[in-house]
């Protein structure tokens, strides 16, 4: 967790997104253990190790410059090639780090979060293109939580959404962006994410 803060202080972020992200992700897979969704992954230490790989999610951002980190308008596309290998980076990071004694369950969902959580469940996303179930689904977990927490959030490069209109989005973008199933299990939860958000500001 202190790792992951410091590296969201670099975009003038002081680890909110790291504590929100881990909130949210926290809350999807207890529904999901609770209610035998994908029972055969979802089990109390599937619970334990996503909640902790959350937080390591965009642990590749401390290869990317502050220029581009920082930049308050809109990525030209060069730039954005550059950022999207934020992913690439965090999955190579987190196994460094962790290292070849660490828990094999721990360092592959630690490295899937990072790897893969700009998926997108249409094939569109980056970095590999994965589609719907080829996305591991802790990855897919994340990409919910992580653009949840960032459409809400203040950005150096925009305003923050109202709560309202974030959910809207999320429940637009199922079967596009996201796991329908997992989005149906987020909008579920609506009524925690609101008073965590209403503790949380």
Known sequence: DGMAMLIESRDGNTGKHVMSTKKYVGLIVQYMYANRIHPEEVNEEFIEKIT???ALHDVGKIMISDTILNKPGKFTPEEFEIMKGHSVYGSQIVRNILGENADEQLVQISSDVAHFHHEKWDGSGYPEGLKGEEIPLSARIMAVADVFDA???RRVYKDMMPQEQ?????EEEAGSHFDP???EVFLKLRHEVEEYLGQST
């Open 52 to 54: 902790n790989a959350a």
């Open 181 to 183: 199933q997992i989005v």
């Open 166 to 170: 974030a959910f809207m989005v999320i």
């Open 151 to 153: 459409l809400v959030s």
